[in-house]
C-alpha cells in the first residue's frame, strides 16, 4: 500500500489550499480514507474520513471550511480547505486501514501565516 500526499504549502490566514492523496495498492474505491493532520508538539488528529460511497465526516474545527473528496477513477482523495487558520498549520497525512493494519502516507506540510 503507497499513500501520495501533496498540495502543501505556505498561505496566508483566510486563503486556501488543495491536498491530493493518490493511493496504490488497494482497492480504491471500496476504501474508506481519512485525512489526518499533526501539529508541532501535538498529538496527530482526525480531520476527515470519506467513506467508500463519498460520505464525509469532519472534525468540528474544520466544519464548514474544510471539503473532502474522492475521484475513484483516479485513486485520489483530496481535501479543499478555505478560510485557513494558523491553527490549521501542520504535517497533512493521508490514512487508510486494510486488514485492521494502519497504513500512512509521507505527509504534506501545510503553514498558515497570521
Known amino acids: 500500500v503507497q499513500l501520495q500526499a501533496s498540495g502543501g504549502g505556505s498561505v496566508q490566514a483566510g486563503g486556501s489550499l488543495r491536498l491530493s492523496c493518490r493511493a496504490s495498492?488497494?482497492?480504491?474505491?471500496?476504501?474508506?480514507m481519512d485525512w489526518y493532520r499533526q501539529a508541532p508538539g501535538n498529538q496527530r488528529e482526525l480531520v476527515a474520513t470519506?467513506?467508500?460511497?463519498?460520505?464525509?465526516i469532519y472534525a468540528d474545527s474544520v466544519k464548514g471550511r474544510f471539503t473532502v473528496s474522492r475521484d475513484n477513477s483516479r485513486r485520489t482523495m483530496y481535501l479543499q480547505m478555505n478560510i485557513l487558520k494558523s491553527e490549521d498549520t501542520g504535517v497533512y497525512y493521508c490514512?487508510?486501514?486494510?486488514?485492521?493494519?494502519?497504513?500512512w502516507g509521507r505527509g504534506t506540510l501545510v503553514t498558515v501565516s497570521s
Open positions: 490514512h487508510v486501514t486494510r486488514a485492521g493494519r494502519p497504513f
Open positions: 495498492g488497494i482497492n480504491f474505491s471500496i476504501s474508506t
Open positions: 470519506i467513506t467508500s460511497s463519498g460520505s464525509p
